[in-house]
């Protein structure tokens, strides 16, 4: 007798999507007979430079080790975490990227009774997680492209249990000053964990943005993530945290997975945090790819979404999805995202200046063929 094995699966995960990735360079050139050493990639927010080279030293050195499982606790990075933000251990959980510490949230605090709030156009993990667990999700329609803060503290309820908020938020880009952040959890009750998603943290400068961290004492209730796959550069090896009180940490920790960080990724994210060269470079490179990518679209006469991450969102018209795939015709790989909202626009990652001005040139023929001009 056949068996439906999707009726097998709980309700909430019967009714998901895969989550879409980032197009890998391998799977292009196997599509399209193109080079891959001829392939730009700027669709997953991945960092340009490659890797510091004091994260290469000691993911060579922990390669000796890897018929040993990891230390379960994470101890040196834990312990290089807590010196660098001035917090204890024991506030500290680690994630096999930031997306694990997002699900062992949602799997902590939530339940098929819960209600759980977030933006429109925000990460697409936090519905995924929500309805995989089978959560209410309550999405709050967006503000000129990023969180309606003021709605989302309104559309908090008596079931609601976690409120996710990007800062900045992906795809978007967009930025809420510390001032916003604070009054908007000043609206949100005591028993409503909130949960700040400070993924591309390490790219924004000045005193007016949140350091989520520097919350966590006056709102027990806050959780902070963030990942060293942007800025940090370690995208590969997937290794985020979350820093919390050492209450809720203590609750994370009994469902997070033994051993879900593995060895060489626990020893390149403990020595990246040394580099601080590699992160002020970093920024650097960011900032200028930014600005050239404006610059390029401001010429093409293409609206774009001001971003305070390490991409930019671009619209460009009800052609978005044939303008893509001219633009991987040609070697570019950028991000549709028609799955968060947003048809017209496309996600283009920073890249090196040559990087940029290659996928601005192809751009620029892509919209010509469609018809668009440039």
């Known amino acids: 007798m056949a068996v439906d094995y999707q009726s097998l699966a709980v309700k909430g995960v019967q009714a998901l999507s895969p989550y879409q990735p980032g197009k890998p360079i391998d799977e292009l050139a196997r599509e399209l007979g193109l080079n891959p050493a001829e392939i730009v990639k700027l669709a997953s927010n991945e960092n340009p430079l490659g890797p510091s080279d004091k994260a290469m030293a000691a993911a060579r050195k922990a390669l000796e080790e890897m018929c040993l499982y990891p230390d379960g606790n994470g101890f040196d990075l834990k312990q290089a975490l807590a010196a660098r933000f001035g917090v204890a251990m024991n506030q500290i959980t680690l994630g096999n990227g930031s997306n694990d510490t997002l699900e062992v949230i949602a799997r902590c605090f939530a339940s098929e009774q819960s209600e759980v709030v977030f933006s429109q156009y925000a990460f697409a993990v936090y519905p995924i997680v929500t309805q995989a667990i089978g959560a209410k999700g ?7 492209w990023g969180h309606d803060l003021d709605a989302m503290a309104e559309a908090v309820t008596e079931r609601t249990r976690l409120v996710f908020v990007a800062n900045p ?33 390490e790219y924004l400068v000045g005193d007016e943005y949140p350091d989520g961290v520097a919350l966590l004492n006056r709102y027990p209730n806050l959780i902070v993530c963030r990942t060293f796959s942007k800025a940090w550069g370690l995208a590969a090896l997937r290794v985020g945290y979350s820093i919390s009180s050492p209450a809720i940490a203590d609750i994370l920790n009994r469902v997070r997975q033994p051993f879900n960080v593995d060895t060489v990724a626990l020893a390149a994210a403990t020595a990246v945090l040394e580099d601080e060269a590699y992160l002020v470079k970093a920024r650097e490179v960011n900032a200028a790819g930014l600005r050239q990518l404006a610059e390029g679209f401001e010429r093409m006469a ?9 991409f930019i969102a671009v619209e ?4 978005a999805q044939a303008i893509y795939q001219a633009l991987l015709a040609r070697g570019v790989i950028v991000r549709p995202v028609a799955g968060y909202g947003m048809p017209q626009h496309l996600r283009v990652s920073v890249g090196l200046p040559d990087e940029n001005e290659r996928f601005l040139a192809a751009l620029a023929e892509a919209l010509t063929s469609a018809g668009q001009g440039a």
């Open 169 to 201: 938020n992906n795809p978007t880009g967009t930025v809420h000053t510390a001032a916003a952040i604070e009054a908007f959890l000043d609206k949100i009750p005591a028993n409503v964990i909130v949960v700040l998603d400070e993924a591309y943290c």
């Open 316 to 319: 460009v018209g009800d052609a």
């Open 302 to 310: 293409l609206p774009y979404i001001p971003s305070f991450g390490n």
């Open 138 to 144: 309550v999405s709050v329609p967006a503000k000129d």
